[in-house]
């Protein structure tokens, strides 16, 4: 008896070990070796075998297989509006797009749940799989921090709908990496239009910022910090909180403190509605405006704050910029496909995410005699930093050689209480 | 043998009251220089001191069920903390309806009530279910097994909560009767936390005479001696211990429908932060001893509440907000360096060893 349990023990001390160690021999690096990855599909009648000659390696997909997309978009937890909007937009691209080159396209997803913490194993799960010729993600931009390094090194073009952070676009910076583009603005704009807005529209001299710890929001109250200052005001307290803190009333006392006549916290959900109802509790904050960023522009908010939502701004891109199609054809596909008015803020991004990817697929593809295709993963890259003038549904598009791609337009919106989406107010 | 002090103080006693006296000089230090810094108004620090007492009280609420289930088992239920997850999560779609329905405003009081009581129900009907599936049949196994199947329980019953209702926010609709504050002098007094801080005591009381004045409380006090001997003398151990789970169920049901109106944050990990937290609060009060759980939970809630601001900012750390879980925990661990049992947990400790 003894020894049959040790056995059986050592058995699920094996099989373990064998589950831990499979996946993680899996995703070798792409980058250096170039492995020949043309396992001859179905290319023996053809004339000439295509050879896979791109510095990355190829995806070739066979006559009857569709084209594989992923997402990495957050789809679960108090910010899922912000991932299922652009994952609406996704879907609206592929059936407007339709066939790319014969070949239907295939959409399958991960979680990121908007931290790092998820981004790394959805990351590293896409990673693996190598059907996939490109990821549309993440929502946010600490999901990027932690998936871009895996998804750039497995061979992908990445395009995120929502990723903010100047970091993930800047030049020599530990978290560009090459691959990645972007449809949403930098945050060095939306930084720079807020503080715009609270100066020169509401008149204040005195902001005070919060964030969450996360990559976006640090930065986009830093950027917001710089940008106010340049502009002659004055900072006059800057506070930060986790992401699941619930009792915010020891940070809203310490900038309460210093008297501002504008909080800024571009944050997530729940913190963001939390902060709003206890600064209408707080000493000294009564009359403060209260500001937040893209982050917090979805019904969950009016939801969460209830009724100290009214009056509360933020800045996000701006719709009304978008071009005629977005009203004329967008929004109603939307309203049909999923029975609402668009959720949160970044669907028409992920919409032009998609269009851009699949018109780079169509510009690089080698199409063999029966129909399969050949896609070379630097050659699709290429096409995307060649992006010029491209006509979106969020402007007029033109990729930088760091992958920013946005034609970024900042709005102000207003909250009202009862009253979805929030009405644009500036400029 | 006697020996001299010398031999008895280790090298670890040296060590551990170091510790303890760096964190007393940080904290004595920190608060002087806060408060000579002048930044924070007799007003902003009464509203910290508010807000931390209220949420003491929700912590103390949710410690009773650590604490009495210890007592008497002397077990830690981690799944507690899904069992205060469960009742406001359930009670806030009764909300709504009410909301719907207009009977939220045409009847706040009672509209508050039957959430709560379907809060407190569900929160009591989960913790009996546990007890009877997951804890009972493991009774007599080794003390770790039920620690870990309440660690497996409490996966359990938040992944089948984001199943049945999803993982988004939901939040419960603003009552007006709890809008608002009184205004004393320049103080403000939030009628949210009055009600939290109110209802916290009565509860309170309320468990602690039913444990000291009730024909099952004796019982239940009997049982925590000695299980065996208890059976022998004719009380009916399963009853007591499920009577022991319903009522650290129904007050986690109640703390949860106060913790949501103050926190509109209801979803299916809601219960993770406040569960650590109040398991530290019993711990701290003492675990086993109901008044030490809401003296913990208390001095816990207002340390982390006033904490950063008092002793942190005044040393010029940047943003000390981000820290009030370290805060909490660094005081913590001073009051068990002081007090290894806890604040009221020595004469338990005495009468188990």
Request: with cysteine; hydrophobic share 50%.
């Amino acid at each position: 008896m003894k020894r049959l349990s040790s056995v059986l023990g050592l058995l699920v001390i094996l099989s373990i070990l064998l589950v831990a160690c499979g996946p993680a021999e899996t995703p070798t690096p792409v980058e250096t070796e170039a492995p020949p990855e043309t396992v001859a599909p179905v290319e023996t009648e053809a004339p000439v075998a295509f050879e896979c000659t791109d510095a990355i390696g190829c995806v070739d997909v066979a006559p009857d297989e569709p084209i594989h997309i992923a997402y990495l978009l957050v789809i679960s937890g108090p910010n899922e509006t912000l991932g299922i909007d652009s994952r609406n937009g996704i879907e609206i691209a592929i059936a407007d797009h339709g066939p790319v080159l014969g070949h239907e396209v295939s959409l399958t997803g991960e979680d990121g749940g908007c931290s790092a913490e998820g981004g790394q194993p959805a990351g590293a799960r896409l990673a693996a799989d190598p059907t996939i010729v490109g990821v549309i993600g993440t929502s946010c931009s600490s999901e990027a921090r932690a998936a871009v390094p895996l998804l750039s090194l497995a061979g992908f073009t990445v395009i995120s709908p929502s990723n903010t952070a100047p970091d993930l676009t800047l030049p020599g910076n530990e978290n560009q990496w090459p691959g990645y583009f972007r449809t949403a603005h930098s945050d060095l704009f939306q930084g720079a239009a807020a503080a715009d807005f609270a100066y020169n529209f509401l008149g204040v001299r005195t902001i005070a910022t919060i964030h969450d710890g996360s990559l976006y929001a640090e930065k986009l109250a830093e950027v917001f910090r710089g940008a106010f200052e340049d502009l002659g005001g004055a900072v006059s307290g800057q506070g930060a909180v986790s992401p699941d803190q619930t009792d915010m009333s020891g940070v809203l006392a310490d900038i309460a403190a210093g008297g501002p006549e504008l909080i800024y916290y571009p944050i997530f959900m729940p913190a963001g509605a939390l902060i709003t109802i206890q600064a209408h509790e707080t000493t000294g904050l009564e009359e403060t405006y209260l500001m937040g960023a893209d982050g917090l522009f979805s019904p969950d908010v009016m939801e969460g704050a209830g009724e100290d939502v009214e009056g509360f701004y933020v800045s996000s891109p701006d719709l009304t910029a978008f071009g005629d199609a977005y009203a004329a054809s967008f929004v109603p596909a939307y309203v049909e496909m999923f029975g609402t008015e668009p959720i949160s803020i970044f669907h028409a991004h992920g919409y032009d995410a998609v269009m851009l990817l699949l018109a780079a697929i169509e510009e690089v593809a080698v199409v063999d005699a029966d129909g399969t295709l050949h896609i070379g993963r630097q050659a699709l890259r290429d096409a995307m930093y060649a992006v010029e003038n491209y006509e979106g549904l969020t402007g007029n598009l033109t990729c930088s050689d760091t992958g920013d791609c946005a034609d970024p337009v900042i709005a102000v919106y207003q909250y009202h209480v009862g009253v979805y989406p929030p009405e644009r107010i500036w400029p | 043998m006697r020996r001299t002090w010398r031999q008895r103080i280790t090298f670890t006693d040296v060590v551990i009251w170091g510790i303890g006296l760096a964190i007393a000089a940080v904290v004595v230090v920190g608060t002087i220089a806060t408060l000579r810094s002048g930044k924070y108004t007799p007003e902003a620090w009464f509203d910290l001191a508010l807000s931390g007492l209220a949420l003491g009280g929700v912590y103390a609420l949710i410690a009773l069920g650590y604490t009495l289930v210890y007592g008497i088992l002397r077990m830690i239920n981690f799944a507690h903390s899904e069992v205060f997850m469960s009742g406001p999560f359930t009670a806030v779609f009764v909300a709504q309806a009410l909301n719907r329905a207009g009977t939220i405003d045409s009847h706040p009081v009672l509209s508050l009530l039957l959430i709560t009581l379907v809060s407190a129900s569900v929160s009591c009907l989960i913790a009996v279910l546990l007890e009877r599936i997951a804890y009972r049949p493991l009774r007599t196994a080794p003390r770790l097994v039920p620690l870990i199947t309440a660690i497996g329980a409490s996966f359990f019953l938040q992944y089948a909560f984001r199943g049945l209702y999803g993982s988004g926010i939901r939040a419960y609709p603003t009552l007006d009767i709890l809008d608002g504050a009184w205004n004393i002098g320049t103080f403000r007094v939030f009628r949210t936390d009055v009600v939290i801080i109110v209802s916290a005591m009565v509860m309170m009381l309320v468990l602690y005479a039913i444990v000291q004045r009730t024909k099952i409380g004796k019982a239940m006090r009997a049982v925590s001696e000695d299980k065996e001997v208890a059976s022998l003398m004719g009380i009916d151990v399963d009853r007591v211990i499920v009577v022991t789970f319903a009522l650290g169920g129904f007050s986690a049901g109640v703390a949860g429908v106060l913790y949501a109106l103050a926190f509109p944050v209801v979803n299916f990990y809601m219960g993770f932060i406040p569960g650590l937290k109040a398991f530290t609060a019993a711990v701290l009060g003492g675990i086993g001893n109901v008044p030490g759980a809401f003296l913990g939970a208390m001095i816990l809630g207002v340390v982390e509440s006033i904490g950063p601001n008092l002793f942190l900012d005044g040393l010029g750390v940047p943003a000390p907000n981000q820290l009030k879980d370290l805060v909490a925990f660094v005081i913590l661990v001073f009051i068990l360096i002081i007090r290894p049992t806890g604040i009221l947990g020595e004469r338990l400790a005495q009468a188990k060893a």
